[in-house]
């Protein structure tokens, strides 16, 4: 798992564990006891930030790319593994499982099918889903990007100012070249 898998395998690990302790135990108890409800608004909140990062990943690089397919493919790499995100379960699920009071538990093997299985259905889930976030952010900006188009045809100046080469050409050309030598003699 690379540094930048890391988030997103917190963020779909936390889900997957929360997800796991629904379906083994329903509404028998509340998942980390007392914690709970932080539990879940922690959840929500990594979700929301991580939809919203990936959208803005996906903005930043929509104006560079001739297909949303692409945009999918540049940020499906930074979607962690299947293994990173039912080992981060693993661990979120023993933390919740922790905070709680004791209670009876559920078989070794189910907690691990259950949570192998989320794991492996989330991730599939969440590239389908950041297909179609990307597919959706490729529209607006091609849509922007037509708006621009047909503005500057009528004449409306949009984005930045038209740029003063006599004035940038100088500019470069001083900073490109090398400082005057001074001798000490």
Not at 1 to 10: D, F, V
Not at 50 to 72: F, I, K, N, P
Not at 118 to 127: E, H, K
Not at 144 to 153: A, F, N
């Amino acid at each position: 798992m690379t540094l930048r898998q890391i988030p997103g395998a917190i963020v779909l690990g936390l889900v997957a564990a929360l997800v796991t302790h629904a379906v083994l135990f329903g509404k028998e108890h509340a998942w980390g006891g007392a914690y709970h409800s932080t539990f879940i608004e922690l959840t929500l909140a990594a979700v929301t930030g991580l939809t919203s990062a990936a959208g803005a990943l996906l903005w930043s690089g929509a104006r560079c790319t001739a297909d949303g397919t692409v945009l999918a493919a540049r940020v499906r790499s930074m979607l962690p593994s299947w293994g990173g995100i039912a080992t981060l379960g693993a661990a979120w699920f023993t933390l919740g499982e922790r905070l709680e009071a004791a209670h009876a538990g559920a078989p070794l093997l189910a907690i691990v099918v259950i949570l192998a299985l989320t794991a492996w259905i989330m991730l599939r889930f969440v590239s389908a889903a950041l297909r179609a976030l990307a597919g959706i952010v490729f529209a607006i900006a091609t849509a922007c990007r037509v708006i621009d188009l047909s503005l500057g045809k009528l004449g409306i100046a949009r984005g930045a100012p038209p740029l003063n080469i006599a004035r940038d050409t100088v500019w470069r050309a001083r900073l490109l070249r090398a400082p005057p030598v001074t001798a000490n003699a």
